[in-house]
């Protein structure tokens, strides 16, 4: 069998099953396989595939069927421009999310930084690689998830100090940002997703409580004794939670506050200051 023979049977294989990007997907997964990219491959197609390169193929193809989400075969998602270390404990990290980082990243300039829910460690590490903050802080209620931003963190060379804690719970001293993508589906909706997020990606990153909006609760009660004043609080949020999520944070002092759109035009950031408005 050829290189272009394996490939061609990778890609009926996911089509067959339903997996609307199979071409996209059965190429990341023989160039993750073969090392090949594309020009490489144009050159070796009509060569014979290796044993182990059909063998190792072919257990990722079956992995892809069962909807397991390619980052998570291939180990890796790219993120900023960075490449993060990804398994079945942390919420891969997605496009949106960007956003949120692209608009803090000049805020977190000679600053300290603290991040909830890191999860892989992309918004903390992040803004500490392509950025200079005095010190960033990323905490995380799941042991299995901080391994992985461990990691993360040793492979990009963040410098970033990373702590087990329930949101505030085990955070001491005061910051200048503070930064969140936390947990917001209603579970309702996280049983209405794709196979691949409701199956494979840990529902204690995707549970928002009820209504999708408890941990933006938490946060906001809890932030004001963690921000020096004037100091800023940055969340990711659902398309349709910017008003309830604003109005929060009016309730709790931060005034001027103000909504950042995704790249599809929905909001998806919400970004306030805190202390100067208060009485």
Known sequence: MTNGELLRLGTDALADRGILEAKTDAWILFSCVTGLSRA?????????ALPEWQEAYWEKIEMRKRRVPVQQITGEQEFMGLPFSVNENVLIPRQDTEVLVEAVLPMAE?????????G???????????GTPECCVGTDVSREALRV???????????VSLIESDLFERVRGTFDLIVSNPPYI???VINGLEEE?????????????EDGLDFYRRIVAEAGGF????GILAFEIGHDQGGEVERYMEKAGYCPICRRKDYAG????????YGLCRQ
């Open 40 to 48: 490489g491959y144009y050159l070796h197609s009509g060569e014979d």
């Open 110 to 118: 000679g600053k300290r930084v603290l991040d909830l829910c890191t």
């Open 186 to 188: 209603p579970p309702a």
């Open 149 to 159: 931003a461990e990691h993360n963190n040793r492979q990009l060379g963040g410098g």
């Open 266 to 273: 929905h909001d998806r950031v919400v970004i306030g200051e």
């Open 120 to 130: 892989t460690g992309c918004i903390a590490i992040s803004l500490a690689v392509l």
């Open 197 to 209: 997020v409701r199956e494979h990606e840990p529902r204690i990153a995707l549970d928002g409580g």
């Open 227 to 230: 921000l020096s004043p004037g």
